[in-house]
């Protein structure tokens, strides 16, 4: 028994550490955790703060109340990502308010917030900033078919879910795959803005899972048909990235994280906080433009990007797509990236076909040939690429397209045949006139000799 | 005429739970008039759901009645209570709680106003199901049928953004010009071109002739060449040549058509006196 909980406890901590070992953030390594007491967090979290140190992170754990502890100097941040593990922190520093953070974010900073049923107002206020409304207070998760039921007393408030959405760029293919995961979440559930594009939920409640008291006495009666915060509704964990590209993961418990849940029967929770710690972080699914072009469809690949084109014209248009994770930088396939030509409203939109990708490059070329607008005037192209879990990209250029000039409509039309016909017979006959004109000579002998009397 | 829905399930046979010591009885659909007259009623029984789809129209909410007992048929007193409905096409889900009417007893019962709120915007068919939970006796899930919420008008949610391809759109060009019949063209060519050919024939006639090309030949063809040239400068101009190189050419041209008109005039005057 002993071996097999040392065994499990071994496969979890693996989990967590082998496939990640080398993965680096493209933003930085500047890693700031705080918690309530460093020597319990560090106790509490060593699976998950050791996977952290082996991806090469600079972590740097520190008490929440720490008066030391600032975002910025400046203007410039002082870390990278910022995992908040503690959710009853009233304040954090000395003064850091809600406005630091989202300056944070605002700059490039990522962060995990992770909250529990002792959730302050700290978090709760900086949560509705990006949408994401946490239950009232003295709520839990609670789900009385899908618990953890092991010695650790859970009140069926350390709830196994499963329900992941299907995002495949924050979760990885083995829990993809995984038809039946089993994530121990022992927290505070929360309501999410489904308007809001930037926010995504990625692990909610099953049909049997609701957010409620766990205290029956306290628990309020409810009137009939009022609806309750249960099933797809509910969420656990949802992920939010920024026009900025800065992401912030919000997770209703703190728990999640810990040794106790990632170490228990038949977690994935070791796989689960890898793949959202490498995705908050910026270790994976980072796109990047690496360049982009257009010219005339006619004119050789090397030549100059023209000033403007004309209406009609064929135009071929490149660009370069990179996708980082696993520490490098890779092609990034997709079959859906758009080419839009834009003045005021887009004229066109295009999907853009990807070229042969060779083996060992490191971007993916997506081409079009286009016949643009026969409408002249100032447009935009623009690639304007954004999916659930990827940075967004977004470049685009002003052109001029110009109308035809006098010598470019269609000419020598079959209706202007006449025309044509009547300026050249002015022409020669100018000519005739000049010939006659020049080398006529009279008459001969009958007219010219005089009468005879 | 405001019609309330009952959907109480009686149930003959007592069905147990699926798991844990939750078990469910008595569950009960049921439409009826206002005036008590009944539209329709089902009893459900596991492992069996509902037999037909009730049509729930959006003036007749929709009640569930059921019972819940622990495994020694004691009543039992649950601490989730849920009648949880699920849009078959969007996957959407609502659970709705049901209250306690007597001890194990429970009722779900959605009146107009609540209707209105929850699916007059999502018509369609929902798939119902009951989802009990009990701290002491575990959790279970009870699939009742599905039910068709009639009535309401599918409203689209405000311009909500959706990360993903766009639909793509393609620019319509303007047709071209249609043009008339090459054969008006051709006939109204042969109309313009024949007032040349008279007046040749016409000046034939009365003994216009070039006798005298014989006579002043080198200085009088090349004036007449670099006049032709003129013209032959004004029809490149027209087919492609600029402006600026058109107006260089002619004025390079112009100097020896000067010079060549000169001396050809002055023979013409000299070969008349």
Known sequence: ????????????????????????????????????????????????????????????????????????????????????????????????????????VNTGGNMIVAASAALSDFHRRLAAQFGVEFDKHGTAVIDHSHYLSSKVSSNHTIVAASRLSHIPAVLSPPLLADEHPTIYFEGIAHNYDSQIPLLAPLLTGSRSTYSGSSVAVDRPSLKSTQAQLSGRSL??????????????????????????????????????????????????????????????????PSSLQPDHYRVSNVINYEIDLSVYYENKWHPYIADDVQFEATMLDPYLRLTLNRTQVPKSATVATYHGDIKLPDRYGTFTFSVNYKRAGFSSINVHDTVAIWPLRHDEYPRFLSAAYPYYAGSFVMVAGFLALCAAWLWNTGPTSKSSKPKSS | ??????????????????????????????????????????????????????????????????????????????????????????????????????????????????????????????????????????????????????????????????????????????????????????????LTVAPLVVLLQTWTGLGVNINGLRREMAGSVVFMALIAAYMGLAVAYWVGLKLFPTLAYALALALPTYLAGQHALSKRIESKT
């Not at chain 1, 912030?248 to 793949?275: K, P, R």
């Not at chain 2, 829905?5 to 206002?34: D, W």
């Not at chain 2, 759109?169 to 010009?177: A, K, L, N, Y």
Request: with cysteine.
């Open chain 1, 1 to 104: 028994m002993r071996l097999g909980a040392l065994l499990r406890t071994w496969l979890a901590f693996s989990s967590i550490c082998l496939p990640s070992a080398s993965a680096r953030s493209v933003t930085g390594d500047r890693l700031l955790v705080l918690v309530p007491a460093v020597e319990a967090a560090i106790h509490d979290y060593s699976i998950f703060l050791d996977s952290l140190k082996r991806r090469g992170f600079e972590v740097s754990i520190r008490d929440a109340a720490n008066s030391s502890i600032v975002l910025h100097i400046d203007g410039d941040r002082l870390y990278d990502h910022v995992a908040l593990l503690a959710p009853a922190a009233k304040r954090f520093g000395a003064a850091l308010s809600i406005h630091d953070f989202i300056h944070f």
């Open chain 1, 235 to 300: 969420g656990l964990v949802s992920i939010f990235q920024s026009r900025s590209n800065a992401r912030v993961v919000f997770s209703g418990s703190s728990a999640l994280f810990s040794d106790a849940l990632v170490g228990a029967e038949h977690s994935t929770n070791g796989l689960f906080i890898n793949d959202i710690s490498q995705w908050a972080f910026q270790e994976k699914s980072v796109l990047r433009e690496v360049d982009h072009r257009h010219r005339l469809a006619s004119a050789a």
């Open chain 2, 1 to 190: 005429m405001r019609m309330l829905v009952v959907l109480g399930v009686l149930a003959g046979a007592l069905s147990s739970l699926v798991n844990g010591a939750v078990v469910v009885t008595n569950v009960k659909v049921r439409v009826m008039e206002r005036t008590g007259d009944k539209i329709f009623e089902q009893s459900v029984e596991q492992p069996n759901t509902l037999e037909s789809v009730p049509k729930v129209k959006a003036s007749t909410p929709l009640v569930v009645t059921f019972s819940a007992q622990d495994q020694e048929g004691k009543a039992l007193r649950l601490d989730q209570a849920m009648v949880n409905l699920q849009h078959t096409e969007t996957k959407a889900e609502l659970a709705l709680a049901a209250r306690a009417v007597t001890e194990g007893s429970y009722k779900m019962d959605i009146t107009r106003k609540d209707f209105r709120r929850h699916f007059a915007a999502a018509p369609g068919q929902y798939h119902v199901a009951l989802v009990l939970g009990s701290f002491k006796n575990g959790g279970a899930e009870f699939e009742v049928g599905n039910i068709e919420m009639a009535g309401g008008n599918k409203t689209q949610r405000p311009t909500s953004v959706t990360y993903g391809p766009k639909s793509e759109i393609h620019h319509r060009f303007s047709e071209p010009q249609q043009m008339p019949n090459i054969i008006v063209s051709l006939t109204f060519t042969a």
